[in-house]
């Protein structure tokens, strides 16, 4: 067994009122030291102190933002890497804080997970992502399959969600088969045996349902012969290095290959260069994600992408050579 030891260290100040205090300011640094991987110990300093606030600030001011309408979907395209056309769009929250800007989701999703408010949040991402996908099918145009992202936490601790998202597919006429559910290999396993009738929940909605972030989590594969997948997402980490490392390859066409056998979809995500798309469609990988093909954009700007590759104009040629 090997042991480690995370250590918060905190050095009596004069303006430190009571024992208690400074045990409080070695308790933030030792969490600090957690989240920085652990086995490592960390000072207590001002800079944590704002960090702490912050968060704190965030927790308090992200219910309300919900309601208050700052909260923001972009889409980023998934493209069939044989025509180069949209073949779906994955549904990614910001948040446009008044003071603060932009807000990316890595700043507010883990603490929309820690104070429970993410299931509000997924509610509000599923509605709006279920609303865009209507406009744009009324529009006609045809972004494919809209993916959106679900946390553990709304699995474990929304038992009505099977039933909340057929609700939100009915409402906006949402053919179950055009919303797809990401959940990371993590909340697979996090969700224990327990919860394992809401995803049997989930399928009788008909969604479809991707692993994202594919090969960067457990080296358990069981949860495939679970659950019913329907789509595997190759994580940007092994996307990154096809090209330098032969390894990496030789993972990333052994995780196109299981998607096949299994007789699901795969798609890679993360493309950054030709180079990597190229190495992709040398390896029998269908679709790709990744700024290569488009970064994460607003609605009116994936609705100019889509009209753009409408059926009414003529079509681009395939940007994409095949490598033999
Ligand atoms: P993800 O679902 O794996 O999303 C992909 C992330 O990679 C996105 O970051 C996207 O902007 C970024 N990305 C896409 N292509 C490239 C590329 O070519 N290179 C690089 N370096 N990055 C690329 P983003 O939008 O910051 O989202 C981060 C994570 O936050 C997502 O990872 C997802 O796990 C989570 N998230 C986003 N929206 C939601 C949501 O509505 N609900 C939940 N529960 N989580 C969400
Ligand atoms: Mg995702
Ligand atoms: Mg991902």
């Known amino acids: 067994m090997r042991i480690t030891a995370s250590i918060g260290i905190a050095l009596y100040t004069a303006d430190i009122a009571t024992p208690d205090a400074l045990m409080v300011q070695a308790d933030l640094a030792l969490y600090r030291a957690k989240e920085d991987g652990r086995d490592c110990f960390r000072f207590h300093s001002d800079e ?12 308090a001011e992200l219910r ?20 180069g ?38 509610q509000w991402v599923l509605d709006e992502a279920c609303r865009q996908l209507n406009t744009w099918q009324r529009q006609g145009l045809h972004p494919g399959v809209v993916a959106v992202n679900v946390s553990a936490v709304q699995i474990k601790t929304q038992p009505t969600l099977a039933r909340d998202i057929a609700a939100t597919l009915a409402r906006w006429q949402i053919n ?24 049997e929940a989930l399928r009788q909605v008909g969604v479809r349902t991707a692993i994202d972030d594919f090969g960067t989590g457990y080296s358990s594969l069981q949860y495939l012969t679970t659950y019913p997948v329907t789509r595997l997402k190759i994580a940007q980490d092994l996307v990154s290095g096809v090209n330098s490392d032969g390894r990496n390859a030789t993972v990333v066409r052994a995780a196109i290959r299981l998607a096949q056998e299994l007789g699901i979809d795969c798609i890679a995500e993360g493309v950054e260069t ?17 700024y290569y093909f488009g970064a994460p954009v607003s609605a009116e700007q994936m609705t100019h992408r889509l009209r753009q590759q409408s059926p009414r104009r003529k079509l681009a040629s395939p940007k994409l050579t095949v490598v033999a």
């Open 48 to 59: 944590l102190d704002l960090k702490i606030h912050e968060r704190v600030t965030v927790a």
């Open 64 to 83: 309300a933002a919900i309601e208050r309408g700052e909260m923001r979907l972009h889409y980023q395209p998934q493209v069939d890497l044989a025509s």
């Open 85 to 122: 056309r949209t073949v779906g769009i994955e549904a990614l929250v910001r948040w446009q804080h008044p003071q603060r800007g932009l807000i990316g989701p890595a700043e507010f999703i883990p603490i929309a997970e820690r104070t429970g408010s993410i299931v509000a949040l997924g």
């Open 176 to 199: 179950p088969h055009d919303m797809e559910l990401e959940l990371t290999e993590s909340v697979l396993m996090d969700v224990s045996q327990q919860h394992s009738q809401a995803f």
């Open 274 to 290: 030709k180079a990597q798309a190229d190495f992709l469609v040398s390896a029998g990988c269908d679709s790709a994600q990744g």
